[in-house]
């Protein structure tokens, strides 16, 4: 099945700090999302990409859509304590588009 | 988008016995998904929730060890049959329009002892 490799696996990183992480694929994706997971609750959709090449934003959050439907990538600008959580990157794997595949996750420990 | 919820939130549950994990929506969807996230995982889908017919499984889960129910476009069930501690995960719920993204629910921590 269409896999998604997801790093840095984990972050540590002090408050202020900007973060990057990114997702690649072996097979072209539609569309990319990205989710947050925080402790204790489900996921949480913080971004969907639909274009290759696609550039969005969501407050501190930047997620692009490689130009080669292959790759996707999330940044969070000066991050804080609530950004602590894991991050997901997911494609759909069906035509209609919502049945998902993940990524492995990016887990994010912020340091105050 | 959708309000989902979830019972139980978690429970602890002895090997051998089943447990049933219920999911409700606040409004009628078209697709609902089960998942399981193991234990410092990612999320597998488990299957698509079918309203009226039997539920479409993923490669490794099964109907008599996940068997779900599907009765309306705002309800589903999973229950999770004859347990072992290798069950022991997070179990999600998810819903999503025919061409929408899904959103989830919060998730039922199951503990297998």
């Known amino acids: 099945g269409q896999q998604l490799n997801q790093s840095p696996q984990s972050m540590f990183i002090q408050e202020g700090e900007d973060v990057s992480m990114n997702c690649t694929s072996s097979s072209i994706f539609n569309t990319w999302l990205w989710y947050k997971q925080d402790p204790g609750e489900g996921p949480v959709l913080l971004i969907a990409?639909?274009?290759?090449?696609e550039l969005t934003s969501n407050g501190r959050l930047t997620a692009q859509f490689g130009i080669t439907r292959k790759d996707s990538f999330l940044n969070i600008s000066a991050s804080i304590p609530s950004d602590v959580g894991i991050y997901f990157c997911?494609?759909?794997?069906?035509?209609?588009?919502?049945?998902?595949?993940f990524g492995g996750g990016t887990r994010l420990m912020v340091k105050p | 988008s959708a309000v989902i919820s979830q019972k139980p939130s978690r429970d602890i549950c002895q090997r051998g016995t089943s447990l049933t994990i219920q999911c409700q929506v606040d409004s009628q969807v078209t697709m609902m998904f089960w998942y399981r996230q193991q234990p410092g995982q990612s999320l597998t889908l488990i299957a698509t929730a079918n309203q009226g017919s039997e539920a479409t499984y993923e490669s490794g889960f099964v109907i008599d060890k996940f068997p779900i129910s599907r009765p309306n476009l705002t309800f589903s069930t999973l229950t999770v049959s004859n347990m072992s501690p290798e069950d022991s995960s997070i179990y999600l719920c998810?819903?999503?329009?025919?061409?929408?993204?899904?959103?989830f629910g919060p998730g039922t921590r199951l503990l297998v002892l």
């Open positions: 990409l639909y274009k290759a090449g």
């Open positions: 997911a494609g759909p794997i069906n035509n209609a588009g919502n049945m998902l595949t």
């Open positions: 998810s819903v999503a329009q025919a061409q929408e993204t899904q959103y």
